[in-house]
């Protein structure tokens, strides 16, 4: 008997006697003994499942993943800084006070000596240039209303990233599930090539033999591929979902066990946002992606960049403004030695600066500050193009995948299983090649899988158009409902 086959029939029952049995008989026992397997297997794995905890769902994965997340906890951190540098620009420069002893004897340093000496004490304030210090401070106020926008830009591209990975671990998982529920078949396969060998009765090829056990080899080695495939991504999914230093920056974390994920059996049904953009058979007016588009958070954030480097080139050409400057002083002066009372002295002066030389100055500043504005200019230009540029892409995979999904539902599926039993009921009936049986099943089976991931794919697309249109992060991958991989 093959290594890899665990034959249902007694060790020591001679294999004459095993196939003194007609094939009918013998595939009769074989799908009863597959059905108890595949049974057995489903009830030990929900009995795994229970004793493991509940199983992680799509939308349970992003909302640990937004839990869990340190960039937005230090995006709010950066706001508070910028708002805090607002109100601190916006305020006067400290006034000087300036404290001296004027005029005083050489000869002697008496106080009293001289008509001129006094002790003087001076307060000078600096008023900046124009409207300066209003302009700081509203640049930087605008400049701080980029975060919120930049943490749901955050969260929406954390719902997209967690999304592919779990969808990624979900086809992974539901492919070794079929292939799993497949294996038992195969493995008798190789039973009955063997028993049928073995006998000086049966029709069995030694080429039949080999290409059965090759077959479940190679499953075995496909089985293998797939778990290291659903390791990766469940490891890589930790990375957003697991507590791993979170308390670090916050008392509100979720507590997960990275090395107990295991993923839901159901695949969501995202819902598909403004499914008319892709229902039309006309191309779709660009001035309505365009005002869509205007409205994405990463779009928003940039626009307000702008409006905060508008505000910085007004600031530049505040420097055109002379900057004025108030002071004043008080100088007290001591009785003459003839007891003849003098007169304290009180000063105020006006300064400001000329700035009359500006070409290599003032000029070149504003220069700089347009330059920044036109430069975030083309980068928002630069978004809007690769958004419009991703939506026709995704659209164009969407129509495709929905296409391919309806001829795998509607033709592909039904005529493979059609063909598996066709050939298996040619085989039972000595009418039929074994080579044929196996061939048959593996092709049923890949396409199963292929069905399997373009169900998944289509999740996909839709996740990443809804990205492009989102109005909450919340959204993007909210299912309408949930479907197993049986009802796919």
């Given at each position: ?169 979900y086809q992974e998982q539901e492919s070794i599930r079929l292939i799993e529920k497949d294996r038992s078949l195969f493995e008798h396969l190789v039973d009955v090539a063997e028993a049928s060998y073995s006998s000086v009765k049966g029709k069995t090829r030694q080429q039949d033999l ?188 969407l129509t495709r995948l929905n296409q391919r999904q309806q001829l795998y539902t509607n033709q592909l599926l039904p005529q493979m299983n059609e063909q598996a039993e066709a050939s298996l009921t040619a085989y039972t009936n000595d009418d039929g090649d074994f080579a044929e049986v ?51």
């Amino acid at each position: 008997m093959s290594k890899f086959a665990k034959s249902n029939f007694d060790k020591h029952t001679p294999v004459a006697v095993i196939y003194s049995f007609s094939k009918k008989q013998l595939f009769t026992q074989l799908f009863i003994a597959i059905t108890i397997s595949v049974l057995l297997t489903t009830n030990s794995a929900k009995a795994s499942g229970m004793e493991s905890g509940a199983p992680l769902s799509l939308n349970q994965a992003i909302q640990l993943g937004l839990q869990n997340d340190p960039w937005l906890k230090g995006n709010e951190h950066s706001q508070t800084k910028v708002e805090s540098m607002a109100i601190s620009a916006g305020q006067l420069p400290d006034p000087k006070v300036s404290l001296g002893l004027a005029n005083i004897g050489a000869d002697s340093f008496d106080f009293g000596q001289e008509p001129m000496t006094q002790l003087k004490v001076g307060v000078s304030q600096m008023i900046p240039r124009g409207k300066s210090l209003s302009l700081s401070r509203e640049k930087l106020n605008t400049f701080a209303k980029q975060y919120p926008y930049q943490r749901e830009d955050r969260k929406a591209q954390l719902a997209v990233k967690i999304s592919q990975l779990w969808l990624s671990a979900y086809q992974e998982q539901e492919s070794i599930r079929l292939i799993e529920k497949d294996r038992s078949l195969f493995e008798h396969l190789v039973d009955v090539a063997e028993a049928s060998y073995s006998s000086v009765k049966g029709k069995t090829r030694q080429q039949d033999l080999i290409r059965a056990q090759l077959e479940l080899t190679r499953l075995e080695d496909r089985l293998t591929m797939l778990n290291q495939n659903l390791e990766a991504n469940l490891k890589q999914l930790s990375e957003f979902i697991s507590n791993y230093y979170v308390d670090q920056y916050t008392e509100n974390y979720a507590d997960v066990s990275v090395s107990d994920i295991y993923l839901s059996n159901k695949l969501p049904s995202i819902e598909l946002h403004y499914k008319d953009l892709y229902t039309k058979n006309s191309d779709n007016d660009t001035g309505k992606l365009f005002e869509l588009f205007m409205k994405h958070p990463a779009v928003n954030a940039l626009s307000m960049r702008i409006k905060a480097e508008e505000l910085g080139v007004e600031l530049a050409e505040q420097k055109y403004k002379p900057a004025w400057g108030l002071s004043t002083s008080y100088g007290y002066r001591a009785d003459g030695d003839n007891n003849m009372s003098r007169a304290d002295l009180f000063s105020v002066g006006v300064t400001f600066d000329l700035p009359i030389f500006t070409k290599n100055r003032q000029d070149q500043d504003l220069k700089a500050a347009v330059s920044s504005l036109d430069s975030i200019e083309t980068q928002k230009w630069q978004l809007l193009r690769k958004l419009m540029s991703s939506y026709e892409t995704q659209k164009t995979q969407l129509t495709r995948l929905n296409q391919r999904q309806q001829l795998y539902t509607n033709q592909l599926l039904p005529q493979m299983n059609e063909q598996a039993e066709a050939s298996l009921t040619a085989y039972t009936n000595d009418d039929g090649d074994f080579a044929e049986v196996v061939r048959a099943r593996i092709a049923e089976l890949n396409a199963q899988i292929d069905a399997l991931k373009i169900n998944v794919s289509i999740q996909k697309t839709i996740i990443k158009l809804n990205y492009l249109f989102m109005n909450d992060a919340s959204e993007i991958a909210a299912s309408t409902l949930e479907i197993t991989n049986d009802q796919q």
